[in-house]
């Protein structure tokens, strides 16, 4: 199986910066893509940023040009920096991996337990 921990969340002003972190482990044969999601009370879970093995990048276009994704291939971390975080960011933000546990397994997704990010004056 593979786990996720998520770590980084808090409470902060708005204007503020947050950088959150997930650590992959577990029986990884090979990820195809990580991300983070995030989802507010009462709303539904939705798309914060995600990355691809090869690099490539999408971002909801309510956080273009305040978070950044970024990806450590070798060991499996995915960070997501956020500036300029606003009240309307105030979630809680969750890690995703679509990962497989052999070469002849199938493609699965997998979630984090959740880290909650805050964001009040």
């Known amino acids: 199986q593979v786990q996720l921990v998520e770590s980084g969340g808090g409470l902060v002003q708005p204007g503020g910066s947050l950088r959150l972190s997930c650590a992959a482990s577990g029986s990884i044969f090979s990820i195809r893509a990580m991300g983070w999601y995030r989802q507010a009370l009462g709303k539904q879970r939705e798309l914060v940023a995600t990355v691809t093995s090869g690099g490539s990048t999408n971002y909801a276009d309510s956080v273009k040009g305040r978070f950044t994704i970024s990806r450590d291939n070798a060991k499996n971390i995915l960070n997501l920096q956020m500036v300029g975080l606003k009240p309307e960011d105030t979630a809680v933000y969750y890690c995703?991996?679509?990962?497989?546990?052999?070469?002849?397994?199938?493609?699965?997704?997998?979630w984090g337990q959740g880290t909650q990010v805050t964001v009040s004056s």
């Open positions: 995703n991996v679509i990962g497989k546990t052999s070469a002849s397994g199938v493609w699965g997704s997998y």
